[in-house]
């Protein structure tokens, strides 16, 4: 297979399903569709990603069994190619307030219990946290948090002020990061939601591994839980099984833990997302969802941390919706 000319007629193709970190293009060939993966340049870093994804890929492959394969990488042009996976979108099938397949529960399980199979990945960074120290993990994670507030507190100050976003966003935090139990680290994606699983066949196939991290794997089930929005019998199931089929010693603690990341993830999500979606509104798009439920999206997110910023007036959706579009 020409894998450069591949690239090339994805670049042509403009027509792509994007990310915040890529764009995914399906390019049909004579032996089947694949998905050509081409970073996006210029994107604002607001996640950590310590490693290439087909790095992460290359080291789960024999232990992830509904992951992409990868076909092939280009450093120069970057770009990756993908398998292409069949199904629906998870999103799409069952968007939020509307039950997900019950197989997705136990699928999403099994993918957390074979990721505390994988070994430790290549290359960690120096600076990296020890193992089992799960308060220094949580540092880095609320740490690049703060560093994105900061990045972003001058450009963004009105919108900052219009959303009640506080000067010192991260302070709920800092208390709960020291009593963290600590757990040995496992294989992390970090981005388990709707719109990253394709289901179909009674499977789901979990994609976009380029926030792949090395970590505590309660934070994972936590990113998973903020983000997926399950209906309450479907967040008590999914957490129920976790703890069952994890080893105990990667559960130990989980429940005053889990409330601690997802506290974390909700203020992450009320700065960042006002950031992204302000920057979408504001170049007129492509929106990932229609701009009337983005605006009830930042408008949850932003309430769910106000509880931690003891505000206790709700933020209304014209304030909101003010916020993304300014005279």
Not at 32 to 59: K, N, T
Not at 173 to 190: I, K
Not at 264 to 273: F, G, L, M, P, Y
Not at 286 to 307: C, E, F, G, S, V
């Amino acid at each position: 297979m020409n894998w450069r000319d591949l690239y090339e007629r994805a670049r042509a193709k403009g027509d792509s399903a994007a990310g915040y970190y890529n764009d995914n293009i399906r390019i049909d060939t004579a032996d089947g569709p694949v998905i050509v993966r081409i970073p996006i340049h210029g994107a604002d870093m607001m996640d950590l990603r310590p490693w290439r994804e087909d790095r992460v890929l290359a080291a789960i492959a024999p232990y992830v069994r509904d992951a992409p394969r990868l076909l092939h990488v280009s450093a120069d042009p970057p770009f990756q190619v993908h398998e292409f996976v069949a199904g629906d979108v998870l999103n799409d099938a069952a968007p939020r307030g509307v039950p997900v397949p019950p197989h997705v529960l136990d699928d999403t399980v099994r993918l957390f219990t074979q990721l505390a199979r994988v070994p430790r990945l290549p290359d960690i960074p120096a600076t990296w946290p020890a193992e089992k120290d799960t308060a220094a993990f949580a540092r880095l994670l609320s740490d690049l948090t703060q560093r994105v507030y900061d990045t972003y507190s001058t450009e963004y100050a009105d919108l900052f002020a219009t959303l009640a976003i506080p000067a010192d966003p991260l302070a709920p935090v800092g208390a709960l990061w020291r009593g963290l139990t600590p757990r040995p680290f496992t294989c992390v994606h970090a981005d388990v939601h709707r719109r990253n699983m394709i289901v179909g066949g009674g499977a789901t196939t979990f994609l976009d591994w380029e926030l792949a991290l090395w970590g505590d794997p309660l934070y994972d089930l936590a990113v998973h839980i903020h983000k997926m929005g399950y209906l309450p019998a479907e967040q008590d199931a999914v957490v129920a099984r976790w703890r069952v089929a994890m080893p105990p010693e990667r559960t130990a603690g989980w429940q005053r833990d889990l409330d601690a990341y997802l506290a974390h993830e909700r203020i992450k999500s009320a700065i960042v997302d006002s950031v992204r979606y302000s920057q979408i509104f504001a170049r007129g798009g492509p929106y990932p969802y229609p701009p009337d439920q983005l605006i009830d999206t930042l408008t949850a997110k932003l309430n769910a941390a106000r509880a931690y910023w003891r505000i206790p007036a709700p933020l209304d959706r014209r304030t909101t919706e003010t916020a993304l579009h300014p005279a």
